[in-house]
C-alpha cells in the first residue's frame, strides 16, 4: 500500500512538473483551471509586492528629485521658490556732501533753504526779492527795514507807469489808483453828490456820498475854529483828465518828465474815483494854500475827519508828484488816524488792504 501511494505521489509530482513546464514555454499565459495553484497564487503575491515596491522606490525617488536643488526645477518648485521672502543685500548708507552735514545736527534737510539776506529777519520777506531790498535800503536809508521790505513787495519800487494793474477794491473808499494802479476810462463813482456853494470855491465839486458829508464836517469844524476850506476840484472823469494832461504836455514843450511829476495820466487819477479834493483856504488860490493858517490846521486836523495830505515832499519817493498841500484824500477816520500814527503813506496802508478785503 506504502509503494502504491508512493508511486501515485511520483506520478502527481511529474504531471506537475509537466504543466508547469508547457506554462513556461506558452508565454505566462493563463491556466485552463480557474483556480490557481498554490505555487500561482505565491507567484502573483511576489509580482504584486515586487511592483508596489517598485512604485513606492519611483515615487521616493521622485520626491528626493524635487528637493534636491541641485535638480532643474519645475514650474511649481518655482513658483514656490518666488513666493518666499528672498534674502536681501545688505544696504550701505548712502553718502551725503560735506556741507549738508557739517554744522548740522538734524539729518533730515528742510523743505527751503532758511533767509540769509539782510531784511531776512523781517517779517513779510520774501528771499527772491533780496536784491531789491538791498536796493532800494540803499536809495532810501532813512527808511525803516519793515517799510523797505513792504514798499518792495508792493511792488513801490520800480519805474512808475510801468507793469501797471488795474485799481483794486472798486467803488470803496479803498479804491487803489495811482502810478502803478489805473482806472479804465468808463469807470465812474456810484454815488456822486455836488457839494453846496457854501463849501466850494469853483462851480461845480462833486464827491462820493460818504467822501461828501465827512468833508461837510471837516469845512465846519475848520470854519468853528476860525479857518477857511472850500473844494476847488472834486470828482474828474477819465476825458476830464485827458484833457488837462495834454493841455500840460503842450504847455511844456512835450517833456513827459516834466508833467508827470505834478499830474497824473489819464485812469491813474484820484481825482476820478470821487474821493479826493483839492482845496483852497482864504487866500483862494491852491498854489498858496500851503503858506496859509488853513493849511497849519489841517496838518494837524484833517485826519480826525478821514482825511489824509496825500502828496507831500516826505513821500515824494512814492507818489512820484511834487508837494500839493491842498489835495486831500478820503480814507475813512479809521484808515486816516492808522496812517498817521504809523506814519506811512496812503499809497502803502491801501495795499495792504488788498488782501484785506479780497479774502
Known amino acids: 500500500m506504502k509503494k502504491l501511494l508512493s508511486l501515485i505521489s511520483l506520478a502527481a509530482a511529474a504531471v506537475l512538473f509537466a504543466v508547469t513546464v508547457f506554462t513556461a514555454c506558452s508565454g505566462g499565459g493563463e491556466t485552463p483551471s480557474?483556480?490557481?495553484?498554490?505555487?500561482?497564487?505565491?507567484?502573483?503575491?511576489?509580482?504584486?509586492?515586487?511592483?508596489?515596491?517598485?512604485?513606492?522606490?519611483?515615487?521616493?525617488?521622485?520626491?528626493?528629485?524635487?528637493?534636491?536643488?541641485?535638480?532643474?526645477?519645475?514650474?511649481?518648485?518655482?513658483?514656490?521658490?518666488?513666493?518666499?521672502?528672498?534674502?536681501k543685500p545688505e544696504s550701505k548708507p548712502e553718502s551725503k556732501p560735506a556741507s549738508s552735514e557739517a554744522g548740522s545736527s538734524d539729518p533730515t534737510p528742510s523743505s527751503e533753504p532758511a533767509p540769509t539776506g539782510?531784511?531776512?529777519?523781517?517779517?513779510?520777506?520774501?528771499?527772491?526779492?533780496?536784491?531789491?531790498?538791498?536796493?532800494?535800503?540803499?536809495?532810501?536809508?532813512?527808511?525803516?527795514?519793515?517799510?523797505?521790505?513792504?514798499?518792495?513787495?508792493?511792488?513801490?519800487?520800480?519805474?512808475?507807469?510801468?507793469?501797471v494793474l488795474p485799481s483794486p477794491n472798486k467803488q470803496t473808499k479803498y479804491v487803489l489808483v495811482n502810478k502803478f494802479y489805473y482806472l479804465d476810462r468808463d469807470y465812474v463813482p456810484d454815488d456822486l453828490?455836488?457839494?453846496?456853494?457854501?463849501?466850494?470855491?469853483?462851480?461845480n465839486v462833486s464827491l462820493q456820498r460818504e467822501a461828501y458829508d465827512a468833508f461837510i464836517i471837516l469845512c465846519d469844524a475848520a470854519k468853528k475854529a476860525g479857518y477857511t476850506i472850500l473844494g476847488q476840484s472834486g470828482y474828474r472823469s477819465y476825458e476830464t483828465q485827458e484833457k488837462l494832461y495834454n493841455k500840460y504836455l503842450k504847455n511844456e514843450g512835450g517833456n513827459v518828465a516834466a508833467v508827470d511829476s505834478y499830474s497824473a495820466r489819464p485812469g491813474h487819477s484820484e481825482h476820478q474815483t470821487g474821493l479826493a479834493i483839492d482845496v483852497v483856504g482864504e487866500t483862494g488860490s491852491m498854489g498858496k494854500y500851503g503858506k496859509s493858517k488853513s493849511y497849519k490846521w489841517a496838518v494837524e486836523n484833517v485826519w480826525k475827519y478821514g482825511f489824509i495830505i496825500h502828496y507831500t515832499t516826505a513821500n515824494e519817493y512814492i507818489t512820484g508828484y511834487e508837494t500839493e498841500e491842498w489835495h486831500f484824500r478820503f480814507v475813512g477816520k479809521e484808515a486816516a488816524a492808522e496812517i498817521h500814527s504809523r506814519g506811512i503813506t496812503v499809497d502803502e496802508y491801501l495795499a495792504e488792504q488788498i488782501n484785506k478785503l479780497s479774502s
Open 118 to 163: 539782510d531784511y531776512a529777519s523781517v517779517a513779510g520777506y520774501v528771499a527772491e526779492n533780496d536784491a531789491r531790498y538791498n536796493a532800494y535800503g540803499k536809495k532810501h536809508k532813512d527808511l525803516s527795514d519793515e517799510r523797505v521790505v513792504a514798499i518792495v513787495n508792493f511792488g513801490y519800487d520800480g519805474e512808475f507807469y510801468t507793469n
Open 34 to 87: 480557474s483556480a490557481a495553484s498554490p505555487s500561482d497564487e505565491t507567484a502573483s503575491v511576489t509580482s504584486s509586492e515586487t511592483t508596489s515596491a517598485q512604485s513606492e522606490a519611483s515615487s521616493e525617488a521622485s520626491s528626493e528629485a524635487m528637493s534636491d536643488p541641485s535638480s532643474e526645477p519645475s514650474s511649481e518648485a518655482s513658483s514656490e521658490t518666488e513666493s518666499k521672502p528672498e534674502s
Open 193 to 203: 453828490v455836488a457839494l453846496p456853494s457854501a463849501y466850494k470855491h469853483a462851480s
